[in-house]
């Protein structure tokens, strides 16, 4: 049982660049979401989904798009990368009305 | 809004030192209070848990009372050990789902 998978574990972004942050749960879980971790911020949630098909905004959704078109995969997508999105993400997965299961983040650097 | 608010860290103390990191929230409504812990570069992991007023969570010898009457959900551990070095995060899960978190404590434990 892999739990939460999260890929890649680093990337290096340059400014304006697009990429996609790979979130996978083998559980069945309905509710997924991201999070950015940020030294003195702690975690701040990004998107979240209650089932597939289903997608909402969190605290900090601005420059981030999500899309949840099966129940196991949640991809984080950042259209044009900025210099203050530098933080590391991670993603969790729950089934719904307890409590969160975690990937082992992803440390993204945008130079 | 809906907030959580931990108290600032980092908090060093001596093995077998009691523990205490406040949480305190501001909800609309009732929602389920959790304790995460995340040890270095590891994603976070369940601590404890509470769903109603009045309930106590508790896990390897931590526990913390979800007091609806001061809205505060601290975390307490009678002994703490050098094992327990980590950052502690306090968060609120709401009915739609979204869950939100404190910006964690940090916490040193010393032989």
């Known amino acids: 049982n892999a739990g939460v998978t999260q890929t890649p574990k680093f990337q290096v972004l340059k400014t304006g660049q697009s990429m996609t942050l790979q979130c996978a749960q083998d559980m069945n879980h309905e509710y997924m979401s991201w999070y950015r971790q940020d030294p003195g911020m702690g975690l701040r949630l990004i998107h979240y989904?209650?089932?597939?098909?289903?997608?909402d905004q969190g605290e900090v959704p601005n420059g981030y798009n999500v899309s949840r078109s099966t129940t196991e995969d949640f991809p984080l997508r950042l259209l044009s990368a900025a210099p203050s999105q530098t933080s590391v993400y991670f993603c969790a997965s729950s089934p719904t009305g307890i409590s969160l299961h975690f990937g082992n983040g992803t440390r993204l650097t945008v130079t | 809004g809906n907030s959580v608010t931990q108290m600032e860290g980092p908090v060093t103390l001596s093995e077998e030192a009691f523990l205490t990191i406040n949480c305190t929230y501001t909800a609309t409504g009732y929602p389920s209070l959790f304790w995460y812990v995340q040890y270095p570069g590891e994603g976070l992991q369940l601590l404890l848990k509470?769903?109603?007023?009045?309930d106590k969570g508790s896990n390897k010898g931590f526990e913390a009372t979800y007091r609806k009457e001061t809205t505060s959900f601290h975390l307490e551990k009678g002994s703490v050990q050098v094992s327990d070095s980590a950052v502690y995060f306090c968060?609120?899960?709401?009915?739609?789902?979204?869950?939100?978190f404190g910006k964690g404590t940090r916490l040193h434990i010393l032989p």
């Open positions: 968060a609120l899960r709401f009915r739609d789902d979204k869950i939100i």
């Open positions: 509470a769903t109603k007023a009045d």
């Open positions: 989904s209650v089932g597939a098909g289903i997608t």
